[in-house]
């Protein structure tokens, strides 16, 4: 089970292989993993979606691992998945477990 955890939103710059491209707006969900029965967090399981605005094209971008630097100076890594800007991230956090 997936739980909303946090949101952000503002501006910040969008890179990519420490290049920065742009600053964009964005507007960003967060939601964590969570064992059913129990409720506790299942580390690194996660799902960062929303979207980012800007006026350049983003059809180059799409697909690429980018990095987001948010207005609270942290990062996260997130994908664009279409040409409106829309953001999708799945899978472990920074710090990945073995299996895989």
Do not use: N, W
């Not at 290049?19 to 799902?47: A, C, E, K, N």
């Not at 350049?56 to 207005?71: H, I, K, N, Y």
Request: glycine letters at 12%; aromatic letters at 4%; charged letters at 25%.
């Amino acid at each position: 089970m997936m739980k909303l955890v946090e949101e952000y939103a503002g501006v910040g710059d969008l890179s990519a292989k420490d290049d920065l491209i742009r600053q964009v707006r964005y507007r960003i969900s967060r939601y964590q993993g969570f064992v059913d029965h129990s409720g506790l967090p299942v580390p690194g399981v996660h799902r960062i979606e929303g979207s980012v605005d800007t006026a350049t094209d983003l059809a180059p971008l799409v697909g690429q691992s980018l990095m987001l630097r948010l207005e609270d100076g942290r990062a996260i890594t997130i994908t664009i998945a279409d040409t409106t800007g829309r953001v999708l991230a799945e899978g472990h956090g920074p710090s990945r477990c073995m299996c895989c």
